[in-house]
């Protein structure tokens, strides 16, 4: 599915990373590791076309990611560190105007029905200035949930504010995905705990 091939990346005068080489096929994890600043996030920034490398390619179905552009971000699903929320709007509006802008159109049922499932019952009408950090979080994640999610799932440190119960959640979220077919490249400094079977890679920046 996906092809990192001589990835580089120079941000400044600093070298941060270079002549990266993996692949993420149908069920596979691909775990990042590295200290901070090591890259981490300007390579996930890098996998969903938001940054250019330095040098290298990242590769959809074989074709270079700016030459399928259309068709890669409707198979992607990219959920940064932080939580992005808009303070005025809904727990559930928040969540249709993420897949608004993926092009991925829901409505406020569709909404309600994944943030419920993501442990926040009731939540879908309440302002994101009143939810904690840890249920913010959850409304990004809700995102896994929905029907029109992609097949490619690339997190950025999705534990990040989660209790343990949240963190059991999104373990069997990821492993049900990668069971499902689906693949998914994330960064956490946290031990996964994913069902036996999974294809767990690790690349290390």
């Given at each position: 599915m996906l092809e990192i091939h001589k990835l580089a990346c120079v941000r400044g005068s600093r070298l941060l990373f270079r002549q990266l080489n993996t692949d993420v096929?149908?069920?596979?994890?691909?775990?990042?590791?590295?200290?901070?600043?090591?890259?981490?996030?300007?390579?996930?920034?890098m996998l969903c076309g938001m940054l250019e490398p330095t040098s290298g390619e990242v590769r959809w179905q074989r074709e270079k990611?700016?030459?399928?552009?259309?068709?890669?971000?409707?198979?992607?699903?990219?959920?940064?560190?932080?939580?992005?929320?808009?303070?005025?709007?809904?727990?559930?509006?928040?969540?249709?105007v993420a897949e608004t802008l993926a092009g991925r159109s829901i409505t406020a049922a569709q909404a309600r029905t994944a943030l419920t499932s993501a442990g926040l019952p009731g939540r879908d009408m309440m302002p994101a200035r009143q939810l904690s950090q840890g249920q913010k979080k959850r409304v990004h994640l809700a995102r896994t949930i929905l029907p029109s999610a992609p097949v490619l799932w690339i997190l950025d440190e999705p534990f990040n504010a989660l209790d343990n119960l949240g963190c059991e959640w999104l373990s069997a979220r990821i492993s049900a995905h990668l069971k499902n077919g689906g693949s998914a490249i994330l960064t956490s400094h946290q031990p996964l705990s994913l069902e036996s079977g999974i294809t767990h890679k690790t690349l290390a920046l």
């Open positions: 096929k149908p069920g596979d994890l691909l775990r990042v590791t590295g200290s901070n600043g090591a890259g981490k996030t300007s390579l996930l920034r990611i700016s030459h399928v552009r259309e068709e890669y971000a409707r198979s992607l699903l990219y959920i940064g560190h932080a939580a992005g929320l808009k303070d005025d709007l809904t727990a559930g509006e928040n969540l249709q």
